[in-house]
């Protein structure tokens, strides 16, 4: 079992940076996918970005490619989101979620794992 819990999501203003972490305990993760997923209110939860555990691989959605970096620190079992000129239309709940094989990585139902959600919110 792998649970995931999410933190540092906030109120900011458009234009600002905030930074997500996402804690993973519960099993070894080395071989692990780790994704970050956001969903606005009646909308469908949308791909943000992924990353393999050794950092070797990563991609992100097209909309946030250069403002959002995902990063992951092994040590202490921590992804996290670095999101940068942040505008009123990334406002969302952000979801981390896992999976165990490089596929489909931008699909939300190929992921096994998932937290509760940390709320981020951009005022105009």
């Known amino acids: 079992q792998v649970q995931l819990g999410e933190s540092g999501g906030g109120l900011v203003q458009a234009g600002g940076s905030l930074r997500l972490s996402c804690a993973a305990s519960?099993?070894?993760?080395?071989?692990?996918?780790m994704g970050w997923f956001r969903q606005a209110p009646g909308k469908e939860r949308e791909f943000v970005a992924a990353?393999?555990?050794?950092?070797?691989?990563?991609t992100y959605a097209g909309s946030v490619k250069g403002r959002f970096t995902i990063s992951a620190d092994n040590a202490k079992n921590t992804v996290y989101l670095q999101m940068n000129s942040l505008k009123p239309e990334d406002t969302a709940v952000y979801y981390c979620?896992?999976?165990?094989?490089?596929?489909?990585?931008?699909?939300?139902?190929?992921?096994?794992?998932w937290g509760q959600g940390t709320q981020v919110t951009v005022s105009s």
């Open positions: 990353i393999t555990w050794s950092g070797s691989s990563t």
């Open positions: 519960g099993r070894t993760f080395s071989n692990y996918i």
């Open positions: 979620a896992s999976k165990t094989r490089w596929s489909s990585v931008n699909t939300a139902r190929a992921y096994d794992y």
